[in-house]
């Protein structure tokens, strides 16, 4: 039977396919990003990332199981050396890293924020629509990357064993969680998964297009 | 099969028995309960339907199904109502009804907004706890309670048809959200149910015996 | 002294000369919206207001002073009254009211929600901004609506009398609780506040450009 | 003029006179404690610090300033060893660190952990009460602890400097978040505090009676 978190992905397949298709991710990949979207791209993530640590500790706050609670722990370490990572790129391309947040970045981050504060299997389902979808998209586009691409190492990254672990673990603390959920929970994790991808794919919009 | 919520109260049999047969019970139920009892209760039972409206408010913010919603909205009138004849009963009895919470009243409130404010299907596993224990308690014990009792209002109100109805709706909405829950899921549930009950059974205790 | 709640507004003074200079608004108080931004309008406001119940309904669960729970009160039965007012609006236009909310939709409620979640004067403050930029920019645009405009009514409800009430006794909320706030709660406050009226603009954008 | 933090202890003095003077105190103090009150105490304290680990990741899911989330992560490392240090007297004393939670516990942990999910300043307010009272009560009592008593351990990790510093940093962000609060915030976190300094004294009660 597939796994309840595969099946949220599956629900958004069309979702998938827009983001790994998506300007932004393949500018990234091929190493052609203009300076603008590049810009907006490292000040808008890293507030994300600074952000998704209140998520963290909202998720935590619900005393999940040990398990989990481990793996959220590992994250939050990881968020903090993203976030350094954003702001030395920043400085190496010569442009302050703090920024205010645009509206879909604040919105996305108030989105993933609101569940983790409005219950622990609906925060797990907005975080792991997040990071599956990074996982998923750079996945797909990692072998455009060429040797020397000034954004490689984010894409191995995000294309790493440890990260591609991490993403199943959590999923696998998802599915153990949510078991075979009720039709209105399962109606319930869907609309909140759906959601936050959407956000994500709005978040490369916006990093494309600029703020508007 | 068993619901879900029946399983709940079946785990906590005990607990079900010593409420039926607890003095401070037997002494409401048959009309000759110490007048220090009956104001530690009058004003503690008051102090805990005012808090219970905040427990209610914080299921609504989850966004519950919209049957759910109704119901919430129905018991927000309800505990209104309630904390009304408190005050009328400590009036008639010619004692302020105005009191500091006692620490047990003080925490089983606390426990429930926890749960509330944790995640929808948390707070409505420990409200529907009290509901039940209320509605199974005083029908246990409703036939002891004499023609002319002064506290028989009470009893008749927490054995009627509609109040009745009304935990049958909430258990049927538990049962509908909780599903088949998975074992993480029914472990941490019941244990939310089970020291929502043993908080009750402490409420009548500390009734009886004064704060200490 | 200028108030509290006067001198957020002041501090975004820049916004709400371009609220009130929006094409979307002028374009409601003229009459002259294009069919596309009613719909979208109509539509996502429609949500905005059915999640903002959940808003009002976290907000209560922090137990706030008995008069400010009077007002939220209030509030949540306006809100029901104004998604019925949306779905008849979208009826006689002929296109069903019922629709996915798009990001910047999706983002402001959440804001909103995961503001009042955080605490009691995060939310209020939150809060406070919308209602606030929508009296004030529809105060500003009113005079431009012609006699029977198609729209007349959605303007007169937001410049009523009772509508200026209901703002003013909630900033008088606002006011009363925040005092004099220490500098890192002044701070805190004044970005929930800036983030909440930059919403409010990006809302109306999002009508008027559509979802993108 | 008094900190505010300083004033919510005056307004208490009477309980923190009563700590200090608790059987339960004055037993640990001389090592004369009863073999049960010992095991009450390791038992529903341990319970006590793993559940305090959710207040503090609940505060920092409000994305406090960042002197008080480096003060709180340092508390959250305490914590883990504190309950380590719970389980290993537990072990040398011979008796099973593992226990159900006992109303008053379980009340204690929920009212701090209610009030760091409704709002910073709230939990903030009683963590401090919490920390405030160890670090008073002990220092009160230090002096009588002989050489060589199996708790002096215990006593002087709650009179050190590490942990005077702790409770001085935490007071100190205390006062510099509530600056001089209005009457109605005042009022709301003065109750915040009294009732975390009565479940205090009724927790010393507690493992000093048994669970009754």
Same mark, same amino acid.
């Given at each position: 039977m597939t796994a309840f978190s595969d099946r949220l992905v599956e629900a958004n397949r069309a979702t998938w396919t827009a983001m790994a298709a998506h300007p932004f991710v393949l500018g990234l990949a091929d190493g052609t990003l203009p300076e603008q979207a590049l810009r907006a791209w490292v000040r808008q993530d890293r507030i994300f990332v600074l952000q998704e640590r209140r998520v963290v500790a909202a998720l935590r706050a619900h005393g999940p199981p040990d398990g989990l609670d481990r793996l959220l722990a590992g994250l939050d370490g990881g968020l903090v050396a993203e976030a350094d990572a954003f702001a030395r790129t920043a400085e190496a391309a010569g442009f302050p890293a703090d920024a205010e947040p645009w =509206?879909?970045? /604040?919105?996305? @981050?108030?989105? $993933? /924020?609101?569940?983790? $504060?409005?219950?622990? /299997?609906?925060? $797990?389902? !907005?975080?792991?629509? !997040?990071?599956?979808?990074?996982?998923? @998209?750079?996945? %797909?586009?990692?072998?455009?990357? =060429? %040797?020397?691409? =000034?954004?490689?190492?984010?894409?191995?990254?995000?294309t790493s064993e440890a990260f591609r672990g991490f993403v199943a673990d959590l999923g696998g603390e998802l599915d153990a969680l949510a078991g075979s959920p009720s039709p209105a929970v399962a109606e319930r994790l869907g609309r909140v998964f759906t959601g936050a991808v959407r956000f994500e794919l709005a978040f490369w919009e916006m990093c494309w297009r600029g703020q508007a």
């Open positions: =509206p879909v970045c /604040l919105g996305y @981050t108030s989105y $993933l /924020l609101s569940h983790a $504060l409005d219950g622990l /299997l609906e925060g $797990l389902t !907005a975080l792991y629509a !997040a990071e599956r979808a990074y996982l998923d @998209t750079w996945t %797909a586009v990692a072998a455009r990357s =060429p %040797a020397g691409s =000034p954004y490689g190492d984010w894409i191995q990254n995000w």
